[in-house]
């Protein structure tokens, strides 16, 4: 079996989660101090809570538990923060699900694309400029503009497919 790339492998299968999100809240530190954007409170915690799981999660949980945290926040405060975030290539929305997943990859110009499962929802965030090329070369070949591009593949993660073999 080839070794698979770290970003799928680790979504999708046991690990410390921990890691991770301390992980992405360190990279939006660092790129938000290189780029001079501002990670504010709100900001920062709208990201952690995002990263609680490798699952999409969508606008109206996170203003759930912002509003239990810190009394009524008002939605467009919640909107203005995704927007930000999503901006920022902080995080990417899933549009098959209308939800938000934590950026996990360093792209600077490739477009994100996932494998999500459809048993625990996880979505795990592919890199690859193969994929991009591919696409570039096509839109060229058919003199198309692209404009935004989603590349949501459905199916079974490792850990799903392994329980189900199992089960
Ligand atoms: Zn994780
Ligand atoms: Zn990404
Ligand atoms: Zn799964």
Avoid at 142 to 161: K, M, R, S
Wanted: one cysteine or more; aromatic letters at 4%; proline letters at 4%.
């Amino acid at each position: 079996m080839p070794h698979p790339t770290s970003n799928v492998a680790l979504s999708h299968t046991r690990h410390d989660h921990q890691a991770c999100i301390a992980d992405a809240l360190t990279r939006a530190d660092a790129l938000c101090r290189e780029r001079g954007l501002r990670l504010t409170e709100i900001r920062r915690r709208v990201l952690e809570l995002i990263w609680a799981n490798h699952q999409p999660t969508k606008a109206y949980d996170l203003l759930a538990q912002i509003n239990a945290e810190r009394g009524n926040a008002a939605p467009p405060t919640i909107y203005r923060a995704l927007d930000f975030l999503l901006e920022a290539g902080l995080i990417h929305k899933i549009e098959s699900q209308n939800a938000f997943i934590g950026c996990a990859v360093d792209h600077d110009r490739g477009q994100p694309k996932f494998f999500i499962c459809r048993v625990c929802g996880g979505a795990a965030e592919i890199q690859s400029n193969e994929i991009d090329r591919a696409i570039d070369r096509e839109a060229r070949r058919a003199g198309f503009v692209i404009d935004h591009q989603t590349l949501e593949v459905d199916g079974l993660c490792a850990l799903c497919a392994d329980q189900s073999e199992a089960g």
